[in-house]
C-alpha cells in the first residue's frame, strides 16, 4: 500500500501542506466553509528513513514566519546526516493541522489532515499568526474560507488568536480548578469547593446524582465526561441539601453553561448566546468583586491571595473570546455574509486532531505494547486513514462505484439526525439585532442575581458597579488592558507582511485595532486580517 501511494504521489509527507487534497475534497464533499483545528501530540523520539519520500523524519522541522519548512530531511550525504544527529535534538511532538467541512446537512462528515510535522515546542505566539494569515489565504485559492481556528488554551496560541479556543479543552480547565489543590476559589461568602462533592457521593446515593470518586479525581485532567456529569440537573438538585454549597453550584452552573453553549448539539443558536454572554458576565461580576473587596474580608477563608480565589486567566480569556466569536459568527450569518452552515457551532474545536490521534493509536497491532508512534509511523497510518475517510465520503455521497457501508456507533447516527433537524429549522431572518440585546441584558441580569445568592451584590452596590455598563467598564480599565499587553518575540524583526501595523491610533477607531508588545517594544495591529476569519 505504501508503494501505491508512493507512485500514485498521494502519501503524506512531513510539513507538505495538502492543497490540492484540499480542493479536491471541496469539489467531492461540497462545501464552502470548514474550521481548522490545531493540536500536538507527544511522540516516540526517533529518526526513520522513508524510501518512498527520501527523507528522514523525526527531527524538528524548522519554521519560517511559523510556517514549516518542507524537505528540510532529504539528503543523500551521509556527512549531512552526520551533523543532523550532532547538532539536532528529536522531535518532542508533532503537530497536526485538520480541517472541518462545515456542511448543513452533514455535520459529521469527515475532517481533512492538511498538514503533520514534528516540532521541539520552540515558537512564538507571532508565528502562530503568521501561519494562520499563510493558511487562510492558501485555503481561500483551494475555494475553502476557514472561518476560525480551534487549539487549546496554550497561551502563545491565546496571544495570537481573538477567535475561538476549544471548548472541551475549556470544560476541562474550570473542572481541574476546583479540583485543584493550590486554588481556593471564594464567591462571596462562601468557597467552591472539592470537599462539597465528596460529601455529596459520601452522604447521597448514586442513584440520586451518579457521581463516582473517580469524577473528582485530579490525576485524569482531560476527563470530559465527568464534566457532563459535574454539571447535571441531578448534580445541581442533589447538592441543594448539602450545607454551604451554594458557591459550588454557581461554579458548576458556569461549567454548564460553556457545556449548552459550544459543545451540546441541539442547542437553539439565541440559547447558545444566551449561555455563553450568562458565562461572561458571571466571571466579569465574580472579579469586578474580587477586585474591590479589601485582603481583611478573605482572611477568614482558606485563600492565600485573590488570584487564586478565581479562574485561571487562559481559561477566563477563553470564555470572552468564545462569547464574541459566537455573536459575531451569528452577525455574520444575519448579514449574509456566510452561509447557515457556520452556525454548527459544536464543530468549532480541536476535537479532530484528538480523533485522529486516537485512530492512529487504534492502528497498532493486537499485541503490541507500545501505545505511541514516531513521526514517520504516524504519517503512513495518517495515509491508510485517508483512503477510508475519501472511501466512506463517495460511498455516502454516492459517487462511488462500488457502494460500501461503514460502521457507525449509534449514538452518532442519533445526534446527526438531530443536527439535521436543527439546521433546518434555523431561520437566521428570525434572528433580530433587539433579540440579541435583549437575550445579553437578560443574561447580564440572571447572572447579577444568580451571584446574589452569596452577598457579592453588597460590595457591588458600594461601588455603584451594578448595570451591565458599569461592570463592562471595570473589566476594561486602563490597569487590566495594560496588564492583559501580549508580550512576544520576534527576534528583531519588525516588519510584517500582510499586516498593517502602527505606532499610534485614535481612540474613535480603538475597537479595530490590538496591541502587542514585540521585544519591549509597543506595536499596533489592525485586526482587519482577522475579520475573514
Known amino acids: 500500500m505504501d508503494d501505491s501511494l508512493g507512485k500514485t504521489g498521494t502519501c503524506i509527507e512531513e510539513g507538505i501542506f495538502r492543497y490540492n487534497i484540499l480542493q479536491n475534497h471541496q469539489k467531492s464533499v461540497g462545501y464552502d466553509i470548514a474550521v481548522c483545528s490545531e493540536d500536538a501530540n507527544a511522540v516516540i523520539k526517533k529518526v526513520s528513513y522513508n524510501s518512498t519520500t527520501n527523507k528522514f523524519s523525526g527531527f524538528p522541522i524548522s519554521l519560517k514566519h511559523g510556517i514549516p519548512c518542507s524537505r528540510q530531511f532529504e539528503t543523500d ?6 551533523s543532523c544527529f550532532e547538532n539536532k535534538d528529536k522531535t518532542y ?44 489565504e492558501n485555503a481561500r485559492q483551494s475555494n475553502v474560507r476557514i472561518v476560525a481556528f480551534a487549539t487549546d488554551c496554550d497561551p502563545r496560541y491565546l496571544l495570537a488568536m481573538r477567535l475561538a479556543t476549544d471548548s472541551i479543552h475549556l470544560c476541562t480547565k474550570l473542572r481541574n480548578r476546583i479540583l485543584s489543590k493550590k486554588a481556593s476559589m471564594l464567591i462571596g461568602k462562601e ?3 472539592i470537599e462539597v462533592l465528596m460529601e455529596l457521593i459520601e452522604k447521597k446515593s448514586k442513584l440520586a446524582h451518579g457521581l463516582v470518586k473517580t469524577d473528582i479525581e485530579p490525576k485524569d ?151 505511541n508512534f514516531t513521526t514517520n509511523q504516524f504519517l503512513k497510518r495518517a495515509d491508510k486513514i485517508s483512503i477510508l475517510t475519501k472511501l466512506e465520503n463517495k460511498s455516502e455521497s454516492d459517487q462511488s462505484d462500488c457502494s460500501l457501508t461503514f460502521l457507525k456507533h449509534h449514538k452518532r447516527r442519533r445526534k446527526a439526525i438531530s443536527l439535521n433537524n436543527l439546521t433546518s429549522s434555523i431561520d437566521i431572518n428570525l ?22 445568592k452569596v452577598d457579592i451584590n453588597a460590595a457591588l452596590e458600594n461601588k455603584k458597579i451594578t448595570t451591565i455598563n458599569k461592570v463592562n467598564d471595570e473589566n476594561s480599565s486602563e490597569d487590566d488592558e495594560e496588564e492583559d499587553l501580549s508580550s512576544i518575540s520576534a527576534s528583531g524583526k519588525y516588519r510584517f507582511d500582510g499586516m498593517k501595523v502602527i505606532n499610534s491610533v485614535s481612540p474613535a477607531l480603538s475597537d479595530s485595532y490590538f496591541s502587542v508588545d514585540i521585544d519591549g517594544k509597543k506595536y499596533i495591529f489592525t485586526s482587519k486580517p482577522l475579520a475573514g476569519f
Not at 270 to 291: E, G, M, Q, T
Open 77 to 82: 550525504s551521509f556527512d549531512e546526516l552526520k
Open 93 to 136: 511532538y508533532l503537530n497536526v493541522h485538520m480541517v472541518k467541512p462545515l456542511i448543513a446537512s452533514n455535520p459529521y462528515s469527515s475532517p481533512l489532515l492538511l498538514v503533520a510535522y514534528g516540532i521541539n515546542n520552540n515558537f512564538k505566539a507571532i508565528d502562530v499568526l503568521n501561519r494562520w494569515i499563510w493558511m487562510f
Open 191 to 193: 468557597e467552591v469547593s
Open 221 to 371: 485532567r482531560q476527563n470530559f465526561s465527568s464534566c457532563i456529569k459535574l454539571s447535571s440537573d441531578d448534580v445541581f438538585t442533589t447538592l441543594e441539601d448539602i450545607e454551604n454549597s451554594q458557591a459550588t453550584r454557581i461554579y458548576l452552573h458556569l461549567l454548564r453553561c460553556i457545556v449548552l453553549a459550544y459543545v451540546e448539539h441541539d442547542t437553539s443558536i439565541i440559547n447558545r448566546i444566551y449561555y455563553s454572554w450568562y458565562a461572561v458576565f458571571l466571571c466579569r461580576i465574580w472579579k469586578s468583586w474580587l477586585d474591590i473587596i479589601d485582603e481583611k474580608d478573605i482572611l477568614g477563608y482558606n485563600v492565600e491571595n485573590k488570584k487564586d480565589s478565581f479562574i485561571t486567566s487562559p481559561a477566563h480569556f477563553s470564555i470572552e473570546l468564545n462569547a464574541h466569536s459566537l455573536l459575531a459568527i451569528c452577525l455574520l450569518v444575519h448579514r449574509h455574509h456566510m452561509p447557515n452552515s457556520a452556525l454548527l457551532i459544536s464543530n468549532y474545536n480541536s476535537q479532530p486532531c484528538e480523533a485522529t490521534f486516537r485512530l492512529t493509536r487504534s492502528m497498532l497491532g493486537a499485541f503490541s505494547s507500545v501505545l
Open 431 to 452: 434572528l433580530t439585532y433587539n433579540q440579541i440585546k435583549t437575550t445579553i441584558h437578560q443574561a447580564f441580569d440572571d447572572a447579577y442575581k444568580t451571584l446574589s
